[in-house]
Nanobody, 121 residues
């Protein structure tokens, strides 16, 4: 099971760092993805980090502002979010997959409870 944490209320232009911790399995054996879901919208893929070589991928909406990273010693994946915008407001989740190319929620598992990010002045 994965557990996301680190959300909160932040002003536009601010930063947050989300953490995704695993229990019961080793994160770096899987590609870990971050997703978000705003009220009334579908869950959307945000970013993922490859199990094979640790390379990151980002949705166009967050590229250049968000950075995904992995700390194998802590069995944790992070999502550093900078220059936050009101449209980044959502419940953020992390999940795992064995596919290097998966981008849809249906191809991910081990979902935990999300962490709320609210960007507002």
């Amino acid at each position: 099971q994965l557990q996301a944490s680190g959300g909160g209320l932040v002003q536009p232009g601010g930063s947050l760092r989300l953490s995704c911790a695993a229990s019961g399995f080793t994160l770096h054996y899987y590609t870990i993805g971050w997703f978000r879901q705003a009220p009334g919208k579908e869950r959307e893929w945000v970013s993922c980090i490859s199990s094979r070589d640790g390379s990151p991928n980002y949705a166009d909406s967050v590229r250049g502002r968000f950075t995904i990273s992995r700390d194998n010693a802590k069995n944790t994946v992070y999502l550093q979010m900078n220059s936050l915008k009101p449209e980044d407001t959502a419940l953020y989740y992390c999940a795992a997959t064995t596919s290097e190319y998966a981008r849809t929620p249906a191809n991910f598992g081990s979902w935990g409870q999300g962490t709320q990010v609210t960007v507002s002045s």
